[in-house]
């Protein structure tokens, strides 16, 4: 593979660096498993099936943070959804020319906004929001379905945290669907529109045609979703409490460490407990970005070809 | 005379206009609340705002945030270029010897670093860093920050080298240059600008993280240390703590904060366009 032995030396001087990036990276994995075999030896499977935060006591039970976690994410995914498949639709069919360029520029900007500042604005401005005009009224009228059944006391909630994430993983995600969109080759809008289908119709068609790579773009916005610290810190409203209602101040996995950890080290098992809990939304998160991923690879062959 | 099709259609496009423009009203109010609340804070604090330190939580007087100020822009700019020199030079390991399983390793995972969620990263440096050195210090959060920006600068940087076309690579050759004279006479000088701003928006985006930092530089907020071994602060620690606490004066210290990191969050993405913009003349 090498023409002379430049190259050779060349490649070789390269491996040192590349090296370090392996390393690291299996270096972190023992490292967290490490850390959190000690709880999970001690706890056994109690620990993922249990609701309790007791460091005086040394007893833990980390089912309410890591079900906050898939919820929250859940919401997060199906807003962003709502928002984000006409948003690429909207820049890649039906404006043209300058409009497209700034309306991208505007979605790469948010999605590179610092995510504190999504914090303070969906603590400050989005709950008080969320609060009067959807929770309220929700709970009012339709408490009898237990997602809704209890008073929202504060704002903080789940269903707060899924929104604020969902507002923030909007344009990632919108860039990914639109970049999978605008890769659909042009015979296939030449012939939805050859037979007379209006911009709908061909719409709807190519829109079924890159459903795969919106099935991938929703696990990574998953993923993302599930790994957002500040924002789902400052809104779920922090409380170790497992409830059918998404209004209740709760905890996601990110959330409960940001929080304890820093006390953590106090107590014997606390931060083996909560590394246990970080290696559980790792792992979620590295297999689910690989299946998008590798969902998102598959299509790109199958149609873009 | 309206079939339902073409109804249909017209409806359709006035559903995605309006949702499409829905969905960028939180750009805009996010970016209008942060001005009004912040600059209300920095005029009432005025320039001490930028060298001053935080005050007790009760005072009067609204300070400044000084030390976060500096903590940021020295842990960012300290780890800027760890980042960039590990970043390019896996890149060009795995661009131009792709076919090898060390280039397809150090891809495979230079992109699932990505997915690692940061907090996660933040309590591995604790563990690793902190606790051995006994305390927290810049240098745990300038690996922290170097580790969650590596993916970013990777992917600018494979990009950038494959946006060169390979009639570029075939030139150098056919006139023996070796590979990495290929690399460093040729294809790093044409994609120079692309990689100039893959540094730029990779500066933006360690600038804001805060849940990297928030178990490595600890929250050292009486003054600046330059002393790398010493603990500092950042400003989006700065916010994310004052925004939780009861105290008002930290809540609108925390705007204010706010108003600086997207100000200069916004200076950096403007410049990237510009810089943009002049490669495609």
Redesign the interface.
Known sequence: MFKSKHDRLFFISLLPTSITIIGLLILFLIILVFHASTSIGVFGLKLFIESIWNPENEMYGILPPIIGTFIASGIAVAVSLFFSIPLSVFTVEFIRGRTRELVSSLIELMSGIPTVIYAIWSLNTLAPYLKTYVMEPLYEYLSFIPLFSCKPVTGLSVFTAGIAIGIAITPYMAMLIAESYRSIPIVYREGCLSIGATRYETTKILLSLSKPAIVASTVLGFARAAGETTIAAVTVGNSMSLSWCLFAPSYTVPAIIASQYANAGLYVYAESVLHASAMVILIATLILSFIGLKILDEWRRRVVV | MYSS??I??RL??A???S??I???V??F??MI??AVNGVQVIAKAGLRFFTDTPPAPLSRDVGGIAPALFGSFYITLVSLPITV??AL??S??STE?P??I??R??DV?????????????S??V???VVVPMRGFSALAGVIALS?IS?PYAYTAFSTALRSVPQIYREAAYSIGM???RT?RRVLLPVSRRIIVTGIL?VF??A?????AL??TVGRYRMGINIDIRAPTDAI?LL??DF??TPFKLY?EI??GA?LV??AA??AI?VSV?VAVKEVRL
């Open positions: 099709r073409r249909k259609d359709f496009i559903f995605i206009a949702v499409s829905l969905s960028l939180p750009l109010h996010i609340a942060i020199v590990l030079l896996a060009i390991l010897f076919s090898n060390i280039s390793a150090v995972l230079s992109r699932s670093l990505a997915s690692v969620p940061t907090i996660v990263v309590m591995v604790y563990t690793t580790l590596l070796d590979r990495w690399v928006m933006a985006r600038m804001g993280e805060t849940a928030l178990f989006p916010i994310f925004i939780t809540q925390a705007w706010a990191l997207l969050y916004l993405f366009k």
